[in-house]
């Protein structure tokens, strides 16, 4: 199967799982990674490479476009101190939460941990919006949820690139986005090859 046609098929199945998703009212973000991972565990199922450098300027911004969409400004201003603590405070939290975790069950190191701590440290601000809307949650606690997915991206980018400096052992200087997939892909070398965690974005 050529590159055009697997990325049709993924389309079209990404497609059909988020139509069954709304009928079985199940938040459609999981069971398309149920949907990935099945695809991913076939036999013969192609390689698909997804440069970084596509990830964060074409696929991320329309998605936070569309959630920032769905949060109104006076809402926004009305929480924006507990969204500054939890955007930043909470990020941090979770990434030392998950890199002690891992550094203590997997045996990687430190620095490795601390990387993947900074990957799943925020969370999917559509996903979080999809939630909210299912559960009916008040105005404003839907509201600082909201905000808080959206910015915490920010903070763990940030961290994500100074933890894969230290992991490479270089310094925080470099800021463009195919400095930070080039050392995240000499980190993951250096740790033998695997892949933290096994998520990919």
Request: aromatic share 4%; charged share 10%.
């Amino acid at each position: 199967m050529r590159g055009v046609e697997t990325i049709l098929f993924l389309v079209v199945l990404g497609t059909v799982v988020a139509a069954f998703a709304g009928r079985l009212r199940v938040p459609a973000p999981s069971l398309l990674v149920i949907a990935g991972l099945i695809v991913a565990l076939l036999p013969r199922s192609p390689a698909v490479h997804v440069p970084p450098e596509v990830v964060s300027l074409v696929v991320l911004p329309p998605l936070l476009y569309a959630a920032s969409e769905e949060l109104p400004w006076r809402d926004l201003l009305a929480v924006w101190r507990p969204v500054t603590v939890l955007a930043v405070g909470l990020v941090l939290a979770s990434a030392a939460a998950v890199a002690a975790v891992t550094w203590a069950v997997a045996a990687v190191p430190a620095s490795m941990a601390f990387v993947l701590g900074a990957v799943l440290a925020s969370t999917d601000p559509v996903a979080v919006s999809a939630l909210g809307r299912r559960l009916s949650l008040p105005s404003r606690v839907q509201a600082l949820v909201q905000a808080e997915s959206l910015f915490n991206d920010a903070t763990s980018l940030v961290l994500f690139q100074i933890a894969v400096s230290f992991a490479v052992g270089g310094t925080a200087g470099r800021t463009t986005v195919g400095g930070v997939a080039a050392a995240r892909r000499r980190a993951v070398r250096g740790a033998g090859g695997r892949r933290p965690g096994g998520r990919g974005a």
